[in-house]
């Protein structure tokens, strides 16, 4: 569902990889066709920094596996070339945890 509003976009798009993870859309095909059209991506990483840990021990199992789906996703958008954009979900995390993204995109294999 979500693949169809993202590929068909023309000019400069922003796909947010957490939305992404969760629909299983940043495989290796989609990352290439982002890539390809100018897609940017903003991975909003903070986001389930912040919330992934606290909701898998309220028994929300998803919560557990999600970090380890949305770093496949980060790969398979940075290894296809994805120009990769900063942004966070501040509204879900306190505003000073934001700088934490660039820590979090270092630790996927982005360059400092």
């Given amino acids: 569902m979500l693949e169809s509003l993202v590929l068909p976009a023309g000019g400069v798009s ?16 989609l990352a290439r066709e ?49 120009k990769i954009a900063f942004g966070t979900d501040a509204a879900v995390a306190p505003h000073d945890v934001s700088a934490r993204e660039f820590g979090l995109m270092v630790g996927l294999g982005m360059s400092p």
């Fill in 14 to 29: 922003i796909c947010w990889l957490l939305v992404m993870t969760l629909l299983s859309l940043a495989r290796p095909e």
């Fill in 34 to 82: 982002m890539a390809r059209k100018g897609i940017f991506l903003s991975p909003t990483l903070t986001v389930t920094a912040y919330v992934a840990e606290p909701r898998a021990k309220e028994g929300r199992q998803i919560w557990a596996e999600i970090p380890k789906s949305q770093a496949r996703s980060f790969e398979n958008c940075r290894k296809a070339g994805v």
